[in-house]
């Protein structure tokens, strides 16, 4: 194969060199103030749910939904919630619902091949912090990591996503640059911007076709 | 964007070839439209057509030839006002890339600057005013590809029939969508140039105009055409004899 | 009934043969026009601003002219930064060469069964059929793809691949290939079956395989966009990931990626963003608890580096998947994306497909086209589509030994030469046009109707009635300077 890979080069390289093109300025620009409603707008706009807490009270907002919203899944009895016991708000939510035995929270701990079955099946939602937010189209920054694992935001059907209101940004270059990602990429960084959706069939847009079908975003400020 | 010049004391009328053979009184109103501008209009007996036909269909170097004959039989500075959209385009837009590196690259550069869409003109350079003679009249305009997309003329001739008390302007429901001429195209794929064609004319007829009005002839042409075999009632024209008709009595 | 039509009609010689079967079929046309009227005016809302457009295409459009001129440079780059990351980059250069790659790949590692996101580039080198050769099974797990593959159709549009077929038919097939599944046209009730079966697949796969919507050098990074969410378990889910991509995908920085990505789903659906775009560099990394053990990155030729050797048709590598110029296409409109007969449909399709298939095969799709300008004029990268078509037109019908084009002369006709040799004396002599216009003004409209190109323009218009002189002879007796 590197054959192949000398003939490719090989001849792209014998190709007159096309000019380098001065790259024409470009940006958006969101003021400050705007970030926090346009952010919402747009999420809810992509059928996103966006609620506003503080770090002390979410937990309990978050119990007081999922109870209202009952198991998706089939379980018996209580909903199975995905969180990651290792980091602040993963412990925020154990301490805060040692009192609910109807929500059990569920650590993903252990690696997608011994905990495949649970994962695909028998998680009904998923909380997870993010890296911020983006105004300009209403997007969840996820940098995925070992205490939350990738398909947390993606296998249950309910995602439920922590964003710190100082962390949204106006727009995906301005988060770029302020967190510095090329200077080092995570396994998988991850833009949300909605439950996942489709509109393959005639044009009709319609949910939760393999990822979440609903996306509840809580705002914490502060 | 296409740079408004001064309005010039003589200007050059370039009449393209299919006015030439089906639409001379569109040529003729048009260049009537301009002298009652108060502009000396010369007509080079040299011109014949701009060359996109031959460019269109890949024969390069048969359109250079031609080209080059309206270049040199538009020997003086002056603008070149085109009763078409399409041809305005092809010498404006296209010349330079057909002329690239050859010995006359930047005379036909300079033809191609000084080439302006007859509407525009009349609008932006002639600031004509019109007033309507004509009876009450409900018409539509159809723009071509290239007056649009290479000349940039989208609200001039629009703006220039709600100019006129008597005539009721109905825009069509898709206006920037092709009728389906294409030049060659028509009779290459005469069965998807059928269907664009019928769509524009429903699209007319769905207005209820009695007249549908455009700046391309080619577009007229075809239009025209369709209406006539499908029996849909109506008149299509070029807009420079419709408004010298209303505003001249012709 | 609708996709029975468009199948065939991908089976007739050339697309004015296919075209006219298209059509013919009222549904399609009712179906292609509907599906075209919502992404256009979903486009034009997303941008309102015509400056705010223009300055973001001048900078997409020039970032991948960038991309394109360090082209060589960048795709070093990016196999060293992906290796680094442990990213394996494969070199493709041809289809069948990277069929066998990724065949081998899947072998290696014992693969049964493959899960697919979304990807033209699997379909442009029909990795299906390979692999099924071969037995490997692969299903598709993108909505449109998966009702594609159920019909054993091939997609019509790049972006929304069962466009052609409506909720019934797609219905009907569900109920036909998917076991214990009552008939129903509920567009839910579809998409919570497919998400039922495709979790099933999703958990049993062997290997994940993807496109790639932007490969970034600088830092060796995969970035696929997507809504459904299966690009994603197709990356994540399975024990390996092969992802497949053009070799002109490659783009210098990060930072490029905001821009593009901007435009890329703005003209492709008229979205802002999609749900979901997913960067990805490494494998599983050591404490990790989901991802790929192993990601591949096969890099396909398959023809680019013969396009890029020309300087013109080097902009068709600028090309960004986004489907607007299909969507503005009012060919594409009318006659849908199979009678293409082409992986890549619609004025994108026009102009790559002669050049990766040959002008001998493809000459034909050049012309499919009014040069309207439509495609050109919403290309989120400014590719001047219409210039393309021209240029390939002349490739077909020159030889010329020095051209680049495969298949160049391919639809050479000594006849049309000479028909354009006499159209060049007559418009090129002053005294010859005067006389052939006035011969014509005057004997022109005895010409019958059934003469060869008047009687396809007589099919659907009346003749065209010739004045009964020139304007040349009539501004003289009106008094119009003549020099």
Same mark, same amino acid.
């Given at each position: ?50 609620? &506003?807490? #503080?770090?002390?009270? *979410? $937990? !309990?907002?978050?119990?007081? =939904? %999922? ?69 300009? &189209?209403? #997007?969840?920054?996820? *940098? $995925? !990591?070992?205490?939350?694992? =990738? %398909? ?71 | ?250 | ?483």
């Amino acid at each position: 194969m590197s054959n192949a890979r000398t003939a490719i080069l090989d001849r792209l390289r014998a190709a007159r060199p096309a000019p380098l093109p001065v790259l024409p300025e470009w940006s958006v620009t969101i003021p400050p103030a705007e970030r926090l409603n346009r952010f919402s707008e747009r999420l809810e706009a992509s059928h996103a749910e966006v609620v &506003t807490s #503080t770090s002390g009270h *979410w $937990p !309990s907002l978050l119990a007081e =939904r %999922l109870k209202a919203r009952g198991n998706t899944q089939g379980s018996a009895n209580g909903s199975s919630v995905h969180y990651p016991p290792g980091t602040h708000h993963g412990r925020c939510l154990a301490d805060a619902w040692t009192d609910k035995p109807e929500l059990r929270l569920v650590a993903y701990d252990q690696p997608v091949e011994v905990l495949k079955d649970t994962l695909v099946h028998r998680v009904d939602a998923a909380v997870t912090a993010t890296r911020g937010g983006i105004a300009e &189209t209403g #997007t969840l920054i996820l *940098w $995925p !990591s070992a205490e939350e694992p =990738r %398909l947390m935001s993606l296998l249950p059907p309910l995602h439920v996503a922590l964003v710190e209101a100082k962390e949204i940004y106006g727009t995906l270059t301005e988060a770029m640059m302020v967190q510095n990602w090329s200077a080092g990429l995570p396994t998988n960084a991850l833009l949300i911007s909605g439950p996942s959706k489709t509109a393959d069939i005639e044009q009709t847009l319609a949910y939760g076709v393999h990822g979440p079908k609903e996306l509840l975003v809580i705002v914490l400020d502060p | 964007m296409i740079p408004i010049p001064e309005k010039p004391d003589t200007f050059y009328f370039f009449g393209t070839c299919l006015i030439d053979l089906f639409y001379p009184e569109a040529g003729l109103a048009g260049m009537e439209l301009l002298r009652r501008q108060g502009i000396r209009v010369v007509f080079p007996s040299g011109q014949s057509c701009c060359g996109q036909p031959a460019r269109n269909c890949g024969f390069a170097e048969e359109a250079r030839a031609v080209a080059r004959q309206q270049v040199q039989s538009f020997p003086k500075p002056w603008p070149i006002v085109v009763p078409s959209g399409s041809c305005a385009g092809m010498m404006r837009e296209h010349y330079p890339e057909l002329f690239a590196g050859e010995a006359d690259e930047a005379e036909a550069r300079a033809f191609a600057g000084r080439v302006y869409e007859l509407t525009w003109f009349l609008v932006h350079v002639c600031k004509i005013a019109l007033s309507d003679r004509g009876e009450p009249v409900r018409v539509t305009f159809h723009g071509s590809c290239h007056s649009q997309r290479e000349m940039g003329v989208r609200e001039e001739p629009r703006a220039l029939l709600r100019d006129l008390a008597n005539v009721t302007f109905v825009d069509l429901q898709r206006p920037a969508e092709c009728c389906g001429f294409g030049g060659t195209f028509s009779v290459r794929l005469p069965a998807v140039s059928g269907a664009m064609v019928a769509d524009k004319v429903a699209d007319i007829a769905a207005t209820g105009a009695a007249e549908v009005l455009s700046g391309d002839c080619g577009c007229l042409l075809n239009i025209s055409g369709a209406m006539a075999k499908s029996g849909t009632p109506g008149r299509a024209r070029h807009i420079a004899e419709f408004l010298m008709e209303r505003c001249y009595g012709k | 009934m609708g996709s029975n039509l468009a199948t065939s009609a991908a089976t007739a010689p050339d697309f004015a043969a296919r075209a006219s079967i298209a059509l013919a079929d009222d549904g399609l046309r009712r179906k292609f026009r509907r599906a075209m009227d919502g992404l256009m005016t979903k486009r034009a809302a997303q941008f309102p601003d015509p400056e705010a457009w223009t300055s973001l295409r001048a900078r997409g459009a020039a970032i991948r002219r960038r991309s394109l001129a360090r082209l060589p440079q960048l795709l070093e780059q990016l196999e060293t930064r992906c290796r680094a990351n442990g990213i394996q980059v494969h070199w493709a250069e041809t289809s069948a060469d990277a069929d066998r790659i990724i065949q081998g790949i899947l072998t290696d590692h014992g693969v049964r069964t493959l899960i697919k996101g979304k990807s033209m580039v699997s379909e442009e080198i029909h990795l299906n059929d390979f692999l099924a050769e071969h037995s490997i099974s692969a299903v598709e797990s993108d909505l449109g793809e998966f009702v594609i593959q159920l019909a054993h159709e091939t997609p019509s549009h790049i972006i929304m691949p069962c466009i052609h077929k409506s909720k019934e038919d797609v219905a009907t097939l569900f109920r036909d290939h998917i076991p214990n599944q009552a008939y129903t046209d509920d567009v839910d009730a579809l998409t919570a079956t497919a998400r039922r079966v495709l979790r099933e697949q999703f958990a049993g796969a062997d290997a994940g395989l993807s496109g790639v919507n932007f490969a970034i050098a600088e830092t060796g990074t995969l970035c696929l966009v997507e809504n459904e969410g299966n690009g994603r378990l197709s990356t994540t889910l399975p024990p390996l990931h092969v992802a497949v991509m053009g070799l002109e995908k490659v783009v210098e920085r990060l930072e490029d990626v905001p821009p593009l990505l901007s435009l890329l789903t703005r003209s492709a659906t008229g979205q802002a963003i999609t749900t979901y775009v997913n960067f990805i560099s490494s494998p599983r990394k050591e404490g990790e608890q989901d991802g790929p053990r192993e990601v591949h990155l096969v890099l396909l030729d398959n023809g680019r580096t013969r396009i890029f050797g020309d300087p013109q048709l080097q902009e068709t590598l600028a090309c960004i998947r986004c489907g607007a110029c299909m969507n503005h296409c009012p060919v594409y409109t009318r006659v849908g994306g199979h009678a293409y007969d082409a992986v890549y449909p619609g004025p994108i399709g026009k102009i790559l497909t002669p050049q990766i298939d040959g002008l001998a095969t493809a000459g034909d799709l050049p012309h499919a086209s009014s040069l309207c300008g439509a495609c050109g004029e919403v290309c989120p990268v400014a590719i001047p589509i219409p210039n393309l078509l021209v240029r390939l037109r002349g490739e077909a019908a020159h030889q010329n030994s020095a051209s680049t084009v495969m298949g160049a002369g391919a639809r050479h006709s000594s006849v049309e030469d000479w028909v354009w040799r006499g159209w060049r004396l007559m418009h090129q002599v002053p005294l010859f046009y005067r006389v052939a216009t006035r011969v014509l003004t005057r004997i022109g409209n005895a010409m019958p109707a059934s003469l060869p190109m008047l009687n396809a323009w007589t099919s659907v218009r009346t003749k065209p009635r010739f004045a009964r002189r020139p304007l040349n002879e009539l501004v003289r007796s009106r008094g119009f300077d003549h020099e």
